[in-house]
């Protein structure tokens, strides 16, 4: 699929699209990118939330001096954010309101 346009090519052309179309994101994913896009953004949130497990086990540890199990550590800080998802909130707004308090 061309960027831009050509002189040659057919003013009909529905498949041309202009550099800034893709620049300010008016170009939607085809196929496989939506795919890629939320198994991208599944594993980042998945990431994310294995690091914060692991920095509150490091302090927690230093404070309490005992070990919690990893299945509690992953079931406290997932149930959270599985449980807005699950009740149908909006992730962005969630997403927003969790880095700003």
Known sequence: MPL???ADAPSADTSAV???EV???RVPARGGGRVRRLAA???SGLVSSGVGTRAGQVIMAGFLRRRVPLWVRRTV???PALLLLGLGADP???LVVSALS
């Open 77 to 79: 800080t997932l149930c």
């Open 4 to 6: 831009a346009p050509s």
């Open 92 to 94: 962005t707004v969630v």
């Open 18 to 20: 202009t550099v800034a």
């Open 41 to 43: 953004l599944l594993l």
């Open 23 to 25: 620049a300010d994101g």
